[in-house]
């Protein structure tokens, strides 16, 4: 049990530090985009920066719902990225908060931030700056726009989570066996887990 403990913490304290980096990493970014750039292109960055929430929250539930019984049977026929689904699978507690939790919580933050900047420039570009009602009715109807967005979407995500989790995390575990492959970048090593029981009767 200590073990677990300590191990869980560890894991806690990882992704947080993860979350801390990726989370000023996006901010910069998306600042620095954002600026100098028009009012189209200012939301058309808010929306993929929604969407991108939607699709990792999609994923993450997705390998928290997969079964990995089909997987053995896809990697028996060598079928690419079947092993990676394994190791997804086995590793769904980890994935599922990176993927949720990290991505999808700091693509929420940082649509936020990138919405107030759009807002600012629309409300400079429509010349309401002097307005103080309609700067508040640009900005809550702009908002309202990306809050039903990413409800909506996320919504819409965990509904093709449960009911194709299988086919999703497939297609995950092509894109890292892909990645493995091509750039030698290994997510997942696809091998499966040690059996940690000793047998005595031997």
């Known amino acids: 049990m200590k073990f677990s403990i300590k191990h869980t913490i560890r894991w806690s304290s990882a992704i947080a530090v ?3 980096v990726l989370a000023a990493i996006f901010s ?10 028009t009012v189209a292109t200012g939301m058309l960055v808010v929306f993929i920066i929604v969407w991108i929430g939607v699709v990792f929250d999609t994923i993450g539930l997705a390998a928290a719902a997969a079964d990995e ?18 190791s997804i699978c086995r590793n769904a507690d980890r994935f599922s908060s ?26 400079a570009e429509l010349g309401y700056a002097q307005h103080a009602t309609l700067q508040t009715f640009v900005a809550v109807l702009f908002t309202s726009v990306v809050a039903a967005m990413t ?18 995390i497939l297609f995950v575990g092509k894109v890292f ?5 091509k ?3 290994k997510i997942f090593n696809g091998k499966p887990k040690k059996n940690k029981k000793k047998n005595h009767d031997k």
């Open 18 to 20: 993860i979350t801390l």
């Open 177 to 181: 066996y892909h990645l493995d492959q």
């Open 183 to 185: 750039f030698h970048i």
């Open 28 to 37: 910069i970014l998306s600042s620095f985009i954002l600026s100098g750039v």
């Open 98 to 123: 990176f993927c949720n939790d990290v991505i999808g919580d700091i693509s929420g933050i940082v649509s936020g931030t990138a919405s107030t900047i759009v807002v600012l420039e629309l409300v």
């Open 151 to 168: 409800v909506g979407g996320k919504a819409f995500g965990k509904t093709v989570a449960i009911n194709y989790s299988t086919h999703i």
């Open 69 to 86: 019984i089909p997987f053995h049977s896809m990697a028996s026929e060598k079928v690419i990225g079947a092993k990676q689904a394994i």
